[in-house]
């Protein structure tokens, strides 16, 4: 039996229910999930659905990341709400493929660990299992585990496994509306250009939930805790010195009272911190005097920036603790009129956190 996966939660249950009632059955796990917006959360489900298979023993293929050829069908489609015409479309569009894959490898029977999911709507599911296996010798299997408390032990194995739990479905349209609702700002699709890893990111997702792997590799107990913590993201912020762009360099958790600000600056300054709307100058000179760097230019800053954990020490060393003045590196502060561009948002956020017992 071809079992489609789309995420370890609904896996790790749903397999095993099947292995209990299909028990002469040999089960391949196929992760088809184009749908899954960014690429980043579609390698973080792929690696922990890699990692509850493993535990299983159950042999897992990676079905190819095709965004573009899913994106194109759902055009017209894009306002849908959930369970409507866009998650038909969805299912039929993977749950297909994953009937064709089981014709390719000589299977039986397919069926979709979307079934699974309380979020969705089982009569589309099996209407798509079906129609996925017309007109061919292969036997659709719809089965519904969530009923008799099915859905409550699910969330108690992936708790007790330590699995992790996404808290969107996949898809950029079922995102943007669940964020919007939340008024919350669409953190998943913001990264920073030099790729470094931002707090409550996906990439930091990535990085914990591979110790995870590691931890358990080695045998070394730990436990997941929930942090919850005020997250930042700068969406832009620039600087203009005598109406030309100057490069610069925003510290994390500058936040602004306005999008524009301007003022001017009599004399060549290292350290200015008594500006207008609270905002602090410095030139590169006393960045790398108070962080020990070796900075040549902004632009290398702006390239190669210093750690979270090294940029909020030298913000508490410069405005205090809880600070949120905007923060400004230039290569040099000299006399002139200062334009500064900037907006950002804070927001409750959470996080998952390893800790060694």
Known sequence: MLVHICCSVDSHYFLRRLREDFPDEELIGYFYDPNIHPYSEFL??????????????????????????????TKGLEDEPEKG???????????????????????????????????????????SLKEAVSGYELEAVAVDYRKNGGTNEQFELAKKDKLYHQNYCGCIFGL???????????????????????????EER???????????????????????????????????VDGKVAPSYFLLYSNFKRSSVKFSVSKA??????????????????????????YASVNMLCKNPPSVEAEL???????????????????????GRYEIYGKSVTYNDSREILVLE
């Open 44 to 73: 973080m489900r792929y690696e922990d659905v890699k990692r509850s298979c493993d535990a299983m023993g159950i042999k897992l293929i990676c079905g190819k990341y095709d965004y573009e050829s899913w994106l194109a069908g």
């Open 85 to 127: 015409k866009r998650c038909k479309y969805c299912f039929d569009f993977r749950v297909g493929s994953s009937a064709a894959k089981a014709i390719e490898f000589g299977q039986k029977s397919v069926t979709t660990t979307l079934l699974m999911s309380p979020k969705k709507d089982f009569s589309q599911l099996e209407a």
């Open 176 to 202: 943007s509306k669940q964020r919007e609702a939340q008024n919350l700002p669409l953190s998943e699709l913001a990264s920073e250009i030099n790729g470094r890893v931002l707090p409550g990111s996906i």
């Open 206 to 240: 990535l990085e914990l939930y591979k110790r995870v792997r590691e931890c358990e590799e080695k045998g070394v107990k730990f436990h997941l805790s929930r942090k919850y913590f005020l997250n930042y993201r700068l969406l832009r912020g620039f600087v203009r």
């Open 269 to 294: 300054k290292d350290l200015l911190d008594e500006l207008r709307d609270g905002v602090t100058m410095m030139n590169l000179a006393k960045f790398n005097e108070l962080t020990k760097s070796d």
């Open 313 to 335: 020490n030298l913000r508490r060393q410069i405005c205090g603790d809880f600070s949120q003045n905007p923060i400004i590196v230039l290569d040099q502060i000299l006399e």
